[in-house]
Antibody, heavy 124, light 108 residues
C-alpha cells in the first residue's frame, strides 16, 4: 500500500523557518517514474503547488516562493523535506505532500497519491 | 506563468450531467489531471492524462481535452459527488505544476 504522511509543527511564529517532513511507504524515492511534490491550501482557498523533487534529485520551485523554499530527499529514510523560511501569517495553510507518477515523462504525471495534510498556523 | 481558469461553481440536479471546464492557452497540447476534494479531506485523483480513470473511480467520471479547454464530465450525478474539483497540468516551459482555480459542484 502506497502512503505519504506529513509531519511538522502545528504552530510557527512569524519570521521563523518551517520544516516539514513527508515520509513515504510502498514505493522508493529512487523510482525513475515517480517524484514528490509539496502543495499547500490556505483555508477556503485553492491548491497551490510549491516544489517537487525526482529520483535524479532534479528540483523545481514555485516562482513566487523560490527564494524561501528548499526541498531535499533522503532515499534511505524514504523522506522528503521542505523548508520554508521567513514564515508569515499568509503562509497559514494545510500543507500536503503528493506522489507524482508519470509513465513516460515523469513531470507530466498526475499526483496519484496524497498525504492527509498537515495544518500549519503562523501566529505570534 | 501558465494560468488555468475554472468556473467558481456548477450546480446540477441528481441524475443529471455536470460539466466542469478548465481553460488554458493551448491546453490541448498538455496532459490534464483532475482532482476531487471533499471538505476536510485531501484531494483525490479522479481523471489523469485527459481521460483515464484510476482504479476505483466510477465510469461516471470522464474527461476530454482539446484546443484551449479541458472538460471533466460527471454523468448521473449523485449527492456524494458534491465537492471541489481542480484541474492540473505541468507547464514544461517553467517546469512548474499548475492547478486551476477550482470549481465547487453543488448537487441540488
Amino acid at each position: 500500500q502506497v502512503t505519504l504522511k506529513e509531519s511538522g509543527p502545528v504552530l510557527v511564529k512569524p519570521t521563523e523557518t518551517l520544516t516539514l517532513t513527508c515520509t513515504v511507504s510502498g514505493f522508493s524515492l529512487s523510482n525513475a517514474r515517480m517524484g514528490v511534490s509539496w502543495i499547500r491550501q490556505p483555508p477556503g482557498k485553492a491548491l497551490e503547488w510549491l516544489a517537487h523533487i525526482f529520483s535524479n534529485d532534479e528540483k523545481s520551485y514555485s516562482t513566487s516562493l523560490k527564494s524561501r523554499l528548499t526541498i531535499s530527499k533522503d532515499t534511505s529514510k524514504s523522506q522528503v523535506v521542505l523548508t520554508m523560511t521567513n514564515m508569515d501569517p499568509v503562509d497559514t495553510a494545510t500543507y500536503y505532500c503528493a506522489r507524482i507518477y508519470g509513465m513516460i515523462v515523469v513531470e507530466e504525471g498526475a499526483f496519484d497519491i496524497w498525504g492527509q495534510g498537515t495544518m500549519v498556523t503562523v501566529s505570534s | 506563468s501558465y494560468v488555468l481558469t475554472q468556473p467558481p461553481s456548477v450546480s446540477v440536479a441528481p441524475g443529471q450531467t455536470a460539466r466542469i471546464t478548465c481553460g488554458g492557452n493551448n491546453i490541448g497540447s498538455k496532459s490534464v489531471h483532475w482532482y476531487q476534494q471533499k471538505p476536510g479531506q485531501a484531494p483525490v485523483l479522479v481523471v489523469y492524462d485527459d481521460s483515464d480513470r484510476p482504479s476505483g473511480i466510477p465510469e461516471r467520471f470522464s474527461g476530454s481535452n482539446s484546443g484551449n479547454t479541458a472538460t471533466l464530465t460527471i454523468s448521473r450525478v449523485e449527492a456524494g459527488d458534491e465537492a471541489d474539483y481542480y484541474c492540473q497540468v505541468w507547464d514544461s516551459s517553467s517546469d512548474h505544476h499548475v492547478f486551476g482555480t477550482g470549481t465547487k459542484v453543488t448537487v441540488l
